[in-house]
């Protein structure tokens, strides 16, 4: 699996190396793949030949179908997209999480919502808090890097995931919620700084952390640009507390935006409700002139 992209080169994990072979090979890749347009990415898996033990390099020859890809950051066969966001500094903003919660659902993959730094609340405000985020749907984890809280939780579940992707506001805690998680990974932690509270901002690269043989992490810097969808028909799975409900009654029409719609079986009483009906209509405002042309 290829964990790691350097300039020209991919570091590549064996599955299962041979004693006297490297885990950890450095590898260029045959000229026919980039012949063929066909990029390499971080969580693809490859066939790798021409092994050089002395050196741990080799050269990837083969790369396997994905079962998923993401376009930014560029991860490939992730299955589950982590959403941390922080319970207090910076604040707890519910319309810059659902964003980021929402740009997770985009990708079809397997949500979770983290909440980090738990410390910072009290034990009914965070009660509170879970009861709200249950309200849109999601089952949180809370953690704290701090008091340790929630992270066997996390672990455990992420032990059942061959590849994750975090993602989640700068300054939460991320860097340092994978420094609790992977003893000796040490992450540089930004301070929170300035007036904003808004961590500081460091480029890095995409990288898959082991957790073990078969579950990796990857973090994302390029996972902060929350967007919509491009078609207002893709919205409405984006709120898995909307998807509950029309799962249980279907609306009479299939295009039903769950406006005023004649057959609506959606109900207004949900606390996302408006802010999924602003989003309705931006994107039918940005699509507009296209259609009338
Ligand atoms: P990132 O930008 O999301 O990677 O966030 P960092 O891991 O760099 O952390 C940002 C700041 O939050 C640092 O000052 C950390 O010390 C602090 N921090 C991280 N985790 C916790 C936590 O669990 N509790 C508290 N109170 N602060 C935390
Ligand atoms: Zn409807």
New binding site residues.
């Given amino acids: 699996m290829v964990v790691a992209l350097q300039a020209n080169y991919l570091e590549v994990e064996l599955e299962a190396p041979p004693v006297d072979v490297p885990p950890r090979l450095l590898c260029t890749r045959r000229t026919r793949l980039n012949h063929r347009g066909a990029a390499v990415h971080v969580g693809d898996r490859v066939r790798v030949e021409a092994i050089d033990c002395d050196h741990a390099r080799a050269v990837v020859a083969e790369v396997e179908p994905r079962s998923s890809f993401l376009v930014r950051p560029p991860v490939a066969n992730a299955s589950c997209i982590l959403v ?1 966001v ?1 319970v ?2 910076p604040a707890f903003d519910a319309d810059q999480v659902s964003r980021f919660l929402l740009t997770a659902e985009k990708t079809g993959l397997q949500v979770l919502l983290v909440l ?5 609340l009290d034990a009914d405000a965070l009660s509170k808090l879970r009861k709200r985020l249950q309200g849109w749907g999601y089952e949180p984890i809370l ?5 340790g ?1 929630g992270l066997e939780e996390l672990r455990a579940h992420l032990a059942t995931v061959p590849i994750s992707v975090l993602c ?13 998680l992977l003893p000796g990974l040490a ?6 700084s300035g007036r904003l509270q808004r ?2 901002h ?1 480029t890095r690269h995409v990288e898959l952390h082991a957790f073990s043989p078969g579950s990796r992490v990857a ?1 994302t810097p390029g996972f902060n640009r929350p967007e919509l969808p491009d078609d207002v028909s893709n919205l409405e799975v984006l709120f898995p507390e909307l998807r509950v409900q029309l799962d249980q009654h279907p609306c009479r029409f299939r295009d039903c935006l769950h406006r005023d719609e004649p057959g609506c079986g959606v109900t207004r009483d949900w606390e996302r409700y408006p802010m999924y009906r602003k989003a309705v209509e931006q994107l039918l405002e940005i699509s507009r002139p296209f259609r009338a042309g």
């Fill in positions: 941390a922080a207090e500094q980090t730094k738990c410390d910072l953690v704290s890097t701090r008091s809280m989640g506001p700068s300054g939460v805690g991320k860097s340092s919620l994978l420094n609790g992450l540089r932690v930004g301070a929170v961590g500081r460091t973090d």
